[in-house]
């Protein structure tokens, strides 16, 4: 399973809607922990396809290593990545299944006419043939989660 709060779901959502006709992409990064990915963090990249922005997806090399660095840095790791389908439904095209890399998370957001709509999860298959539909779980926002801590610290003084 796959966790992410409202706040990454929105942000890619409108990552997706500002790039829109084009596709955009982006990393995840996130804790690994007893068979659930936890997002944490997600960072927005360029689109570096230069002949058709519209239908493919493409982070290079150098993208690569700096999120893989970024990650180091948060104490996190790279869970994978998400791109948009604009006027695409949210499924793994053809492309998408030869250019992935087994063991990442594929997050994929439809853009329909300017607005995002659904959001689904993808891992690769250890043959590299199909991807495989995960589970996406989203969570309240982490502002929720620092008011319930403030009122336990409130309780704590009476
Ligand atoms: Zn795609």
């Not at 790039?19 to 360029?46: A, H, R, W």
């Not at 006419?113 to 991807?131: N, Q, V, Y």
Request: charged share 30%; aromatic share 6%.
């Amino acid at each position: 399973m796959i966790r992410m709060t409202k706040e990454s779901v929105r942000q890619i959502e409108q990552h997706g809607e500002h790039t829109y006709p084009e596709e955009c992409c982006g990393i995840l990064l996130g804790v690994n922990k007893d068979g659930v990915q936890k997002v944490e963090t997600v960072i927005e990249l360029d689109n570096n396809q230069d002949e058709n922005r519209r239908r493919r997806f493409f982070v290079t090399p150098k993208q690569y290593l700096q999120a893989e660095r970024m990650a180091v840095e948060r104490g996190l790791e790279l869970l994978g990545f998400y791109h948009s389908h604009p006027d695409h439904p949210a499924i793994p095209s053809a492309f998408d299944t030869e250019h992935a890399l087994p063991c990442f998370i594929y997050v994929i957001v439809s853009v329909a006419e300017g607005k995002a709509k659904s959001m689904t999860a993808w891992l690769l298959s250890g043959t590299r043939e199909r991807f495989d539909e995960r589970s996406l779980s989203i969570e309240k926002s982490t502002a929720n989660e620092v008011g319930e801590q403030g009122a336990r610290v409130e309780n704590s003084d009476k």
